[in-house]
């Protein structure tokens, strides 16, 4: 039996490409930071690709996802977080390029990304009049959305590395400083009517850093302050575990239309 969509929906209208927002997404997406900090440690390390191989590599990699996303009609669970991860790397790669490659001060690139951040949200939003992610039905609000996603993935990685190495609080500190202030995010949007929108960018943001660190505390050797699991054990478990929620969504998910003008 073939499934209609409603009768509101034009042919030219797409549903909504981003997930519903909900605990699971969240998991998801801490779990992705994590993967996109280990996997390209992995990459660049472990199989000796280097920071330029692997950029070349998942730069290809990502671009080929994204165009699989964008040409969707609808959210498809695994399409989109294939891109999410792979925006995940690459954000990671970009900031490692930045510092390692070129020797650019953490504290320079955390604050090129913010500002690059910033001005995507200032286009996006005198665009679309919106940077609600309920509402992304067209294409320019998909592109300006993954344009945010990228920043924030390398803003969230800069940051990340700033508290852990320049300011020396270590991984497992920073991650519970920056886990301090997505609680406390939260119980602003709960409790005192903080904007959903911006409580849920500023979460978005700060997931990087948690994932990364998390990450890091993971992988690292014993000497360096990790438990020393290595990059290839724990990107493959994360990876596992991401694989088996998308399977799950895909088997619950249940598209809803939003109109252009919502």
């Not at 191989?53 to 699989?68: E, F, N, W, Y």
């Not at 999410?84 to 690139?109: A, C, K, M, Q, R």
């Not at 940077?131 to 993935?153: D, G, N, Q």
């Not at 990790?226 to 998910?253: M, N, P, Q, Y």
Request: with cysteine.
């Amino acid at each position: 039996m073939s499934r209609s969509l409603p009768p509101a929906l034009s042919l030219d209208t797409m549903l909504n490409k981003v997930p519903e927002v909900t605990l699971v997404f969240w998991i998801i997406k801490i779990m992705a930071t994590t993967v996109g900090e280990t996997a390209a440690d992995f990459l660049n390390v472990t199989l000796n690709l280097g920071l330029n191989g692997t950029s070349v590599v998942m730069g290809g990699a990502l671009l080929v996802a994204l165009l699989i996303q964008i040409r969707a009609r609808r959210y498809i669970p695994w399409a989109y977080w294939l891109a999410v991860v792979f925006v995940s790397v690459v954000g990671t790669l970009i900031t490692d390029n930045l510092t390692d490659n070129l020797g650019v001060n953490l504290f320079v690139t955390t604050a090129v990304f913010s500002v690059a951040l910033a001005a995507t949200f200032f286009a996006w939003h005198a665009s679309e009049r919106t940077l609600s992610v309920h509402t992304i039905v067209t294409t320019k609000r998909e592109l300006f959305y993954w344009a945010a996603i990228l920043f924030t993935f390398a803003l969230g990685t800069a940051s990340g590395d700033l508290m852990a190495e320049k300011l020396q609080l270590g991984y497992g500190l920073s991650a519970l400083v920056v886990g301090a202030l997505i609680a406390a995010t939260y119980a602003c949007y709960r409790l005192f009517a903080l904007n959903a929108v911006l409580a849920f960018w500023i979460a978005y943001v700060l997931t990087r850093p948690l994932g990364a660190s998390f990450g890091d505390l993971l992988s690292q050797p014993l000497a360096n302050g990790g438990l020393g699991l290595g990059t290839t054990v724990t990107s493959f478990i994360f990876l596992a575990v991401i694989s088996g929620l998308v399977v799950l969504l895909t088997l619950r998910r249940r598209p809803v239309a939003v109109l252009p003008g919502a």
